[in-house]
C-alpha cells in the first residue's frame, strides 16, 4: 500500500507543479 501511496503523491504532485509551471506563463503573458 505505501508505495502506491507514494507513486499516487508523486503524481500528484507532478500535475500540481506542471500546473503551477503553466500558471505563471498565463500570468507572465498577461
Known sequence: M?????QCC????????E???SGEACNVQR
Do not use: S
Not at 2 to 6: E, G, R, T
Open 2 to 6: 505505501c508505495p502506491l501511496i507514494n
Open 10 to 17: 508523486d503524481v500528484l504532485v507532478e500535475n500540481l507543479m
Open 19 to 21: 500546473f503551477a509551471r
